[in-house]
């Protein structure tokens, strides 16, 4: 989303580690979430180069969007290949691909659909899925030390898509493994 923060709405959001902004057509300070339980947890504020724009690095909880869209941003104006294009509703998938890949992988776990790979690894429960991710892993092993660097990208790829089954099958979402790597790349080493 995008919002104006004054020196108050910034020091506000540092004091307490809530998002607080500026409203321009209220002339006041508000929090985001105070009314609709949508909080945005800060983790991390940021300055751009020349110290003129702020952005607060989040955690969500809900929506962002007033409309109850994930992000105030999804309407799009032209294609990807850049071909100009009519102004089009849609959700944004947003977030990283492994994040999009485990969305995926959780509607194949709900939804079950005839011929999908991944329902039929997770049918087969933590055990199967856990021998293919050591299966993937020693893959990976072997491309490193005898193959090209398109075979140790595609071997990476299958490692991390049976990775994410496996999450899946254990009910352990990828943002407890993101978190673990943020608070570990908090340490120093």
Same mark, same amino acid.
């Given at each position: ?85 009519? /102004? ?32 039929? /690894? ?17 893959? /990976? ?25 496996? /999450? ?22």
């Amino acid at each position: 989303m995008l919002a104006y923060a004054d020196r108050e709405a910034l020091e506000r959001t540092h004091s307490t580690g809530l998002a607080h902004y500026y409203s321009r057509s209220r002339k006041a300070l508000w929090r985001k979430g105070e009314t609709s339980g949508h909080e945005q947890r800060v983790a991390e504020i940021r300055l751009d180069c020349d110290g003129d724009t702020v952005l607060y690095r989040v955690e969500q909880s809900g929506p962002a969007c007033h409309t109850g869209a994930r992000t105030c941003f999804s309407s799009v104006v032209a294609a990807a290949d850049g071909r100009r294009g009519d /102004l089009e509703g849609g959700e944004d998938p947003g977030g990283h691909l492994l994040s999009r890949l485990a969305t995926v992988i959780g509607a194949r776990a709900a939804e079950r659909p005839q011929g999908s790979y991944t329902a039929r /690894l997770l049918d087969q429960g933590v055990p199967k899925v856990s021998q293919k991710v050591g299966e993937e892993a020693v893959e /990976l092993v072997v491309a490193a030390n005898a193959q090209d660097d398109a075979r140790v990208a595609a071997e990476s790829a299958d490692l991390l898509y049976h990775l994410l089954v496996l /999450l899946k099958a254990r009910g352990v979402p990828l943002d407890a493994v993101l978190r673990e790597l943020e608070n570990r790349s908090q340490v120093s080493r």
